[in-house]
């Protein structure tokens, strides 16, 4: 079945270093894929997403490449900050109607001042 | 309203109570989907409705879990002889879009926490 792979976490970075979190996915087709970010005390927020290989989604800073190849959709940051304290998730549809999303685990950042 | 609001946001129950969890989707959005987040997991789909029909509820896990959307707006999420395994987060999430009609933002809610005793 469907399944998304995240790296193990928690990952704790200082203020203004660069950010890698790893996802992997599994799925049969051309799923579209998301990062969301869960921040202390609120909802799931969509960070960004990418529908077809070679998308890059970005947003706040984020990005993150669609690669068909490697089956991958790494999450990167440049330069993270103390309020980019959160824990991520990667997620996949499957489906192509948008209506199931397939979790991965979610990796909780602390971002040191 | 501004967002997806659930209630309550915390529910102690003990082993055999019944509970309901109850969502207040945004004002006209179409769409609704509960997930089930368990303590260090991502979050598991359940079901979902498109207005008051319920399309999809392979993610139930037990025919203890039921939910319905009787209106097409709030959604209620009840769970019979709850057990210590259903013990987790519940999230609701709702999308102004028909689901299969493009790009689909969901917006969740902060979740309901239950906890069996």
């Not at chain 1, 869960?38 to 960070?47: D, T």
């Not at chain 1, 990418?50 to 989604?57: E, R």
């Not at chain 1, 304290?85 to 397939?102: E, M, Q």
């Not at chain 2, 025919?63 to 013990?87: C, H």
Request: hydrophobic fraction near 35%; glycine fraction near 10%; include cysteine.
């Amino acid at each position: 079945g469907d399944s998304v792979t995240q790296m193990e976490g928690p990952v704790t970075l200082s203020e203004e270093a660069f950010l890698t979190i790893n996802c992997t996915y599994t799925a049969t087709g051309y799923p579209s894929l998301f990062w969301y970010v869960q921040y202390p005390g609120e909802g799931l927020q969509l960070l960004l997403k990418a529908t077809k290989a070679d998308d890059k989604g970005s947003n706040k800073g984020f990005e993150a490449t669609y690669r068909k190849e490697t089956t991958s959709f790494h999450l990167e940051k440049g330069s993270v900050q103390v309020s980019d304290s959160a824990v991520y998730f990667c997620a996949l549809d499957a489906t192509g109607a948008n209506s199931k999303l397939t979790f991965g685990k979610g990796i909780t950042l602390s971002v040191r001042p | 309203g501004a967002g997806v609001s659930q209630s309550p946001r915390y529910k102690v129950a003990k082993r055999g109570q019944d509970v309901a969890l109850r969502c207040d989707p945004i004002s006209g959005h179409v769409s609704l989907f509960w997930y089930q987040q368990a303590l260090g997991q991502g979050p598991e789909f359940l079901t979902y409705f498109q207005n008051e029909a319920q399309l999809d509820k392979s993610g139930l896990p037990s025919d203890r879990f039921f939910a319905e959307r009787p209106e097409g707006s709030v959604s209620t999420l009840k769970i019979q002889r709850t057990q210590q395994e259903d013990s987790a987060v519940y999230l609701c999430a709702s999308s102004f879009r028909w689901t299969g009609k493009g790009s689909n933002v969901l917006t969740f809610g902060a979740g309901s926490r239950l906890t069996v005793l």
